[in-house]
C-alpha cells in the first residue's frame, strides 16, 4: 500500500533543545497529522493540517510545538525547547480525503 | 470525550483458528471505525475501514459494527504466525475532523 516515511527512526536529545521530526507524506495526500505515543499508552492525535494551515489540535499539542510543510516537501513537527515529557514515539499520517490515514513507522524521541 | 477501549489486552490463538478482538466506544455520534495491525517496529497497516452497521471483509479480516451496543468487533480467519501484532481500533467522527482515537490495542500471538 500507500507508503509514508519518517526521519529519522531515533533522535535523542537535550532537555532545552530544538528538534524537528521530518515525515514524507504519500505524494498526492493533501491531509497530515501527527500522534504521540508514550510507552505503555495508547496512541494519541496531536494536530491535522490542511491546506497550509492546522485544522485541528489536541490539548497535547503544546505552544512549544509546531507543524509545517514548506513546499510542498516533509511535513515537520518542531518542538521548541523540548520537555522530558515529550520522551515518545511520534507517528505521521496522510491522507488523500481526510477519510484513510496512512501511518509512518515513526519516530522515537528521548529527551534526557 | 471519545473513549475506546479494547479487549482482550493479550490473545493467543493456534494456527487456523479463528480470533475475535472487540472493541467498545462511547460516542454515539461516532461514523468512522478502522482496524490496524503494527508488527514490532513498523508503522500501522490498514486492515479494514467501516462505515456502517453490519459486516465488512477485506481479505482474512471481517469488521462487525454494532452502533446501538457500542462495539466494533475484528474476526481474523484463519490466522497465520505472521499475523501475530499489535492490533488497534481507531474511531473517529467523519471527515470533518480526521481525528482518530485509538485503544489501547490487543496484543494477538499465533501459535504454528
Known amino acids: 500500500g500507500p507508503k509514508v516515511l519518517q526521519i529519522p527512526s531515533h533522535q535523542i536529545i537535550d532537555m532545552g533543545q530544538m528538534v524537528t521530526l521530518n515525515c514524507d507524506p504519500v505524494s498526492n495526500h493533501l491531509y497530515f497529522y501527527w500522534y504521540k505515543q508514550i510507552l505503555g499508552q495508547q496512541m494519541e492525535f496531536l494536530v491535522n493540517f490542511y491546506n497550509g494551515k492546522v485544522m485541528e489540535k489536541s490539548k497535547l499539542f503544546k505552544d512549544q510545538f509546531s507543524v509545517e510543510r514548506p513546499d510542498g516537501s516533509y511535513f515537520t513537527l518542531k518542538i521548541q525547547p523540548t520537555a522530558l515529557e515529550d520522551s515518545a514515539v511520534y507517528f505521521c499520517?496522510?491522507?488523500?480525503?481526510?477519510?484513510?490515514?496512512?501511518f509512518g513507522p515513526g519516530t522515537r524521541l528521548t529527551v534526557l | 470525550q471519545q473513549k475506546v477501549q479494547q479487549s482482550p489486552e493479550s490473545l493467543t490463538v493456534s494456527e487456523g483458528a479463528m480470533a475475535s478482538l472487540n472493541c467498545t466506544f462511547s460516542d454515539r455520534s461516532s461514523d468512522n471505525f478502522r482496524w490496524y495491525r503494527q508488527h514490532s517496529g513498523k508503522g500501522l497497516e490498514v486492515l479494514v475501514s467501516?462505515?456502517?452497521?453490519g459486516e465488512k471483509e477485506e481479505g482474512s479480516f471481517t469488521a462487525h459494527l454494532n452502533r446501538a451496543s457500542l462495539h466494533v468487533f475484528l474476526h481474523i480467519r484463519e490466522p497465520q504466525p505472521s499475523d501475530s501484532a499489535l492490533y488497534l481500533c481507531a474511531v473517529s467522527n467523519g471527515a470533518n475532523t480526521g481525528k482518530l482515537t485509538f485503544g489501547h490495542g490487543t496484543i494477538l500471538r499465533v501459535h504454528p
Open positions: 467501516i462505515f456502517s452497521d
Open positions: 499520517a496522510s491522507s488523500f480525503d481526510n477519510y484513510e490515514q496512512y
